[in-house]
């Protein structure tokens, strides 16, 4: 009896610790959460090319909006609003998916996802069908569904300057770029997240992003890279992508001469990356001499990213008259500062003319580049941006190689970093993640503060 | 201009003057005043300046003594060699020490004078400080000046080092404090006075390194107005003063005192300019105020001047304009006048002095007319006598050759009586027009004046002479005419002008018993109608001249001396002049000048 008494005893303990410790790990519905971030949206159309992108954009438009397909974590394309595809030719039918309600309540209709897709790409040709739409163009069917993922391809409803979406979350308050409340969509095809509603408030500092944090806030915010070693030291819940932005210096035109050329060269080659890196940055990030990170491309370390101030002085030697060029950088970032007051010092040392300047129209920028998660659309969009045609949008590693050279050798961005977009949360935010194109997902996280 | 006038203006002029004279020197004390408070207001600011200069230097200095002597300081120096990762822990470390300590300026440097970490220059970090040699040598010195090199600009500040020594490795701290507004606002200044400073980053004068802690910026949109001043001290590198017009307006106007800032070193560089303001304002004011009242009173000073010396001037010149009166009328003829002594003083002595003269002239003037009148009768005596006396001596020849005939000859008494009687009747006939001459002379009759042409009666009277000019018992004379028959009519009697003529044309005969030339002229001369008789005879010496318009004068042998007495009376009565041009041996020329109207 006694030895029963004992071990019922043990098994009811057990049995308690069991209890307790599923109830700590079982997800819980309800509750707010707050997150701040850098970005102060102007609109929250993901087609809207007067807003820059940035991993705040994305990560706002990934909570109301949904693309017809999306990668999964291996980097391979899987269904999402559309349920399958087809490819013939010059064409590519996808299947939309069926019960999908947009939070106005309306059904996603073909041509809902068409009208959607010609906003975002006028020269695409989308035709809708009763259950699909077919987009027919010059591009091969992997590059066109990678194009798919992209948020600006997210289907979106517009209807009288308001946008509505699919997503896990639906608007309730936009003030925009300041602040958007969001709540749970019940009916959301993907199930209703855990979360009540988020609250979101926009053009927050780093600094002062850590400030909430620190003071309980918010659950949710952003960190600059030279904090991420600190803040890791200091045992937060800090989480990192990939280095999936690339911080690179842009010139605002072409190089006009082999002249001119030669001197932003002998810029890439003054600038001392891996002390930037090590210093500035606290050890975040790579040294960069390629647009795509390692990870992305796998060739990346053909790229020098090392100081050879001898050739950059003799490179700088080649030039009759030298430029004064004017530095730009976000005047709003204290490591952009930094980072433009080293670079010049660098450039300096190899006897180039080089003063930072917070004039809206400088000669060159440092620029934040967020990439796509896919290399061939992370190039692609680049490609846009600086007005370099590509002659392929997808194909081999070689392909993908010849095109980095191509934007390279245009002259007018020189690589310098790849830095990992990078989240601190409160303890209380749990299950949520940082995927590798830099965006949080906050599907299945909920809040441990939630009603049980 | 009167002299009453005279001595209004010299009053009114004596009184403005004075007032004038008195707010200038007013205005130059006032002047000597304000500069010499000014002098003594800047002294004192700069002396204030310089004390807190020293007590912030002190600060900056005690300041940077304590964190070198911070254990993470230390640890720096005990590190020796820093690495890139040494400087990526370093990195804030300046900055944020700099903030705990309250210091604008922080950096730490190694042994060689790299930037181990900077509050400043945060991205400088690994590179060496160009002024490191000097630095060093400041080493435990108090603070100095020091214009330190920012990314984009460079900043004034006060500057202390101190090195940390562990080991082998010494780290030096070099802080500062910046020279900013808070510096110079902390100065106490005394109103209307300021100070700015000018930080001396660049050759010529830039508004933007203009430190004003009364703007909200850097410099102020009129700031070039200083760079004269600014760049004067950069050539000179001397204190100096100058006026700085900040507009049109005096009040604006603001004495400036620049002080060159010195670095330290053995180049002494300059680094800064200390300007200190005071404003002129509240002299622009006063010197105003004293204009004002300069303008006020000297302008109320000339009315009463005015006023005043209209009624003393009044007093004054009145006994002197009677008296210009008076001297007027006795000018005029009038001798008799007199003016009213109205007292003692100078110009009652000077009317006193008047009447007598005047009582004088007119006694003498009686005694004149005596003299004169006794002259004439006397000349007329002597004339009478000599004209009487020739026609009597033949009277009496003949009379005494009829009584020897009578007596002697009694049988030739007939022929000789016959003879006796015509001489005694033509000498009688002498007396006679002598005598009526004479009678003539004194009835002269008042002119009957109509409006003639003179030109028309001189031609008349050259017509009557044409015979005798021509005649063959004398030498022949040549008559010229230039007459000017444009000749405006004047107001004359027409007898006694051809009178006066023939009397000249006569005379001209006279004067050329061997023939001459005769030339009678007449013209316009301004007003008057001019008539010239000229001849070729035998001219007259001065004296005879100054005398031959004397009645009973004549230089001829049987003149009665009337006929150009005659003329002179005639032309006189037209209110016209007569004047006579003659040299001995060249003839003479009579003018008569008569008016076109008379008065």
Request: hydrophobic share 40%; net charge negative; aromatic share 6%.
């Amino acid at each position: 009896m006694k030895l029963f008494a004992w071990q019922w005893l043990a098994a009811s303990s057990l049995l308690l610790a069991a209890v307790v410790a599923s109830g700590e790990t079982r997800p819980r519905y309800g509750g707010t959460l707050r997150i701040e971030m850098r970005a102060a949206l102007s609109s929250l159309d993901p087609a809207d090319r007067n807003v820059p992108d940035s991993f705040g954009r994305r990560n706002v438009t990934a909570l109301i909006f949904d693309t017809l397909v999306t990668f999964d974590d291996t980097a391979h394309i899987k269904p999402a609003l559309a349920e399958s595809w087809q490819a013939a030719g010059q064409e590519l039918r996808l299947h939309i998916r069926h019960d999908v309600k947009f939070h106005d309540g309306t059904s996603l209709t073909a041509e809902t996802v068409a009208a959607s897709l010609r906003f975002a790409n006028p020269s695409w040709k989308v035709m809708a069908e009763p259950d699909s739409v077919t987009i027919q163009g010059d591009f091969s069917e992997e590059e066109l569904l990678a194009q798919l993922t992209l948020s600006r391809n997210a289907i979106v409803k517009r209807d009288a300057g308001k946008v509505s979406g699919t997503g896990p979350f639906h608007i309730v308050d936009w003030q925009s770029g300041s602040r958007l409340t969001l709540a749970a969509e019940d009916n959301c095809w993907r199930g209703r997240p855990f979360l009540d509603s988020i609250a979101v408030e926009m053009g927050k500092s780093y600094h002062d992003q850590m400030t909430s944090l620190q003071l309980g806030r918010v659950d949710l915010i952003e960190v600059s890279p030279e904090q991420v070693r600190r803040i890791s030291q200091e045992g937060r819940g800090i989480a990192s992508s990939m280095p999936i932005e690339l911080v690179a210096l842009v010139f605002a035109r072409e190089a006009l001469s082999p002249e001119e050329q030669a001197l932003r060269s002998a810029l890439a080659l003054s600038v001392d990356r891996t002390a930037i890196r090590d210093v500035l940055l606290q050890g975040a990030g790579e040294a960069a001499g390629s647009i795509l990170p390692i990870w992305m491309s796998g060739y990346g370390f053909v790229f020098s990213s090392g100081v050879d101030l001898s050739k950059a002085r003799q490179l700088r030697g080649q030039a009759a008259t030298i430029p004064n060029w004017r530095l730009g950088y976000d005047t709003g970032d204290p490591l952009d500062r930094l980072l433009a007051e080293r670079i010049a010092l660098n450039a300096h040392d190899a006897g180039l003319a080089l003063q930072t300047t917070s004039s809206p129209s400088p000669d060159l920028w440092i620029a934040h580049l967020p990439l796509e998660g896919d290399a061939w659309n992370s190039l692609g969009k680049l490609a846009d941006q600086m007005g370099v045609p590509l002659t392929k949008r997808h194909g081999s590693l070689e392909e993908l190689y010849a095109a980095e050279q191509a934007i390279l050798k245009s002259g007018r961005i020189i690589p310098l970093l790849h830095l990992p977009a990078s989240y601190v949360a409160s303890p209380g935010l749990r299950n949520w993640r940082v995927r590798s194109e830099g965006t949080v997902s906050l599907d299945d996280a909920w809040l441990e503060s939630a009603r049980q | 201009m009167t002299f009453r006038r005279k001595l209004l203006i010299v009053f009114a002029l004596t009184v403005f003057l004075s007032v004038a004279g008195v707010a200038l020197a007013v205005l130059a004390l006032t002047r000597n005043a304000f500069e010499k408070s000014e002098d003594e207001q800047t002294t004192a600011l700069v002396t204030q300046f310089q004390r807190e200069f020293e007590h912030r230097g002190g600060d900056v200095a005690q300041r940077v003594e304590r964190i070198a002597g911070l254990d993470l300081v230390l640890r720096m120096a005990a590190a020796g060699h820093t690495t890139s990762a040494d400087s990526a822990s370093y990195l804030d470390l300046a900055h944020s020490i700099a903030e705990s300590w309250q210091l604008d300026f922080l950096e730490f440097l190694d042994e060689d004078g790299k930037i181990i970490s900077s509050a400043q220059s945060p991205a400088k970090f690994g590179y060496p400080d160009p002024a490191f040699e000097s630095l060093s040598r400041l080493n435990q010195q108090p603070a100095f000046l020091k214009l330190e090199e920012l990314q984009d600009s460079n900043a004034l500040g006060l500057f202390a080092v101190r090195a940390t020594r562990v080991g082998d490795h010494p780290v030096y701290v070099v802080g500062g404090r910046r020279l900013d507004r808070n510096f110079l606002s902390a100065l106490d200044l005394p109103p209307g006075m300021r100070v700015l400073l000018y930080e001396n980053r660049t050759e010529r004068f830039s508004a933007e390194s203009l430190l004003d802690p009364g703007s909200g910026r850097n410099g102020t949109h009129s700031a070039d107005k200083l760079a004269a001043l600014v760049n004067a001290v950069q050539h000179s590198d001397k204190e100096m003063t100058g006026v700085v017009k900040w507009s049109p307006d005096p009040a604006d106007e603001e004495v400036f005192h620049a002080i060159p800032l010195r670095g330290a070193g053995q180049d002494r560089a300059l680094l800064g300019i200390l300007l200190i303001g005071n404003s002129r304002a509240a002299y622009a004011e006063l010197k105003q105020r004293i204009r004002d009242s300069a303008l006020l009173v000297g302008g109320a000073g000339i009315v009463l001047a005015i006023l005043l010396s209209s009624w003393a001037a009044g007093r004054v010149t009145r006994p002197v304009e009677r008296l210009a009166h008076a001297a007027q009328e006795v000018a005029g003829g009038n001798w008799s006048s007199q003016v009213e002594v109205s007292g003692r003083d100078e110009i009652g002595q000077l009317a006193d002095s008047f009447n007598r003269m005047t009582a004088e002239l007119l006694a003498q003037k009686e005694r004149l007319v005596q003299t004169e009148r006794v002259a004439a009768w006397r000349e007329l005596a002597r004339r009478l006598a000599h004209e009487l006396k020739n026609p009597l001596f033949p009277l009496q020849l003949t009379v005494e050759n009829l009584v020897r005939a009578r007596t002697h000859n009694p049988e030739q008494f007939e022929e000789v009586f016959r003879e006796s009687s015509s001489t005694l009747l033509a000498e009688i006939s002498n007396l006679k027009a002598i005598i009526q001459r004479f009678s003539e002379f004194s009835r002269m009759p008042q002119p009957q004046l109509q409006r003639v042409k003179i030109s028309e009666i001189v031609s008349a009277v050259v017509q009557l002479f044409q015979a005798q000019l021509k005649s063959s018992g004398r030498a022949a004379i040549t008559c010229k005419l230039d007459l000017d028959e444009s000749l405006e009519p004047v107001e004359a009697d027409p007898e006694l002008l051809h009178r006066a003529v023939s009397n000249l044309v006569l005379n001209a005969m006279d004067s050329m018993p061997n023939g001459g030339t005769l030339t009678l002229r007449t013209r316009r001369e301004e007003r008057k109608a001019v008539i010239e008789v000229a001849d070729t005879g035998s001219g007259m010496t001065r004296e005879e001249c100054e005398r031959i318009f004397t009645p009973y004068y004549t230089s001829k042998q049987h003149g009665t001396g009337l006929g150009l007495a005659i003329v002179q009376s005639v032309v006189s009565d037209h209110g016209g002049r007569i004047c006579v041009r003659s040299e001995p041996g060249r003839g003479s020329t009579f003018v008569i000048e008569l008016p076109f109207e008379r008065h």
